[in-house]
């Protein structure tokens, strides 16, 4: 219990960061059916940090330093791409980049860039699914994507190619839809969207020349036309390395009658301040 003590105070306003990751010891007094089962599963499987496995106040958190080591992504941000901006001239601001080369959704956000520990944690959550990490991720998909998921009609998670499926057993965009899904209370539907192929490597790439790579790679399925024929779509995903991907997926959707497709994702291969 001294390493409780000694995050919290490290931490004195923990219940006011944005993403949250310590509630004060207080908060688990007996006062509610919720805490008791809590207390009790506390001392059954004590809290650890998901990235170092130290001894911590609450479930499915960091520690401090863990926490230190993830690079969330802060306003102010491109509105197309999520890209943190160097400055806030207020209003809906756009990068460069977003500028040069539109995107083809209409917003994407992301909670953090994809290095360090982050690429660490999704890295495991892509081959190991733990109940933990799925539903801190879900916690911070859902700060990062609020303004996206308030105007969302449906969440539809990015789909792996089959062989790929067949080797992971899961797909983990649609696990991270679901948990965000549940938050927000919004629907998902998994089957909006289906691989037709897979896509070869991107790694060297120009941009062009990735988005050809993956057009067409995505189709909406003739019975799945009418649920999105007029929607505000929300694609989520674990990382948004150049777009390219989810520009595929929202061409597909647009094409099918989405009104708006947003991408929403654990992390982002972004310079900063671009
Ligand atoms: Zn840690």
């Known amino acids: 219990m001294a390493n409780n003590g000694a995050a919290a105070e490290e931490y004195p306003d923990s219940e006011t960061q944005p993403f949250g990751f ?20 506390d001392l059954l499987l004590p809290p650890v940090c998901l990235g170092c496995q130290a001894r911590i106040i ?11 080591q993830i690079t969330f992504i802060r306003p102010p941000l491109c509105d197309r791409l999520g890209i943190p901006l160097a400055v806030d001239t ?20 992301a909670v953090a860039r994809f290095d360090g520990l982050m690429r660490v944690l999704i890295h495991g959550f892509k081959f190991h699914d733990s109940h933990n990490v799925r539903r801190l991720f ?14 969302a009609d449906l969440l539809v998670p990015v789909p792996l190619a089959r062989w790929r499926l067949l080797a992971r057993r899961f797909n983990q ?11 927000a209370g919004k629907p998902v539907n998994p089957f909006a969207l289906v691989r037709r192929r897979s896509t070869a490597h991107q790694v060297g790439l120009t941009r062009a020349q990735r ?13 799945e036309l009418s649920n999105v024929s007029g ?18 997926a929202a061409i597909a959707l647009k094409r099918a009658g989405a009104r708006r497709v947003d991408v929403l994702a654990l992390a982002i291969v972004s310079e900063p301040y671009s």
């Not at 207020?90 to 956000?109: E, N, T, W």
């Not at 879900?138 to 105007?151: C, I, S």
């Open 58 to 68: 609450d479930h499915d958190a960091l520690c401090p330093s863990c926490w230190r």
């Open 90 to 109: 207020g209003g809906v601001m756009l990068s460069a980049a977003a500028v040069a080369d539109p995107p083809d959704y209409d917003r994407a956000r």
């Open 138 to 151: 879900g916690r911070w998909l859902a700060v990062a994507g609020e303004e996206l998921l308030a105007e």
């Open 22 to 41: 310590a509630r004060t010891r207080i908060m688990t007094s007996l006062k509610s059916l919720r805490s008791l089962r809590r207390t009790a599963l």
């Open 211 to 223: 988005l050809k790579n993956v057009t067409g790679a995505f189709r909406v399925p003739a019975n």
């Open 231 to 248: 929607k505000a779509i929300v694609l989520v995903d674990d990382v948004i390395t150049s777009g390219a991907t989810a520009s595929a």
């Open 173 to 183: 965009a649609q696990i991270l839809a679901a948990e965000v899904g549940r938050r």
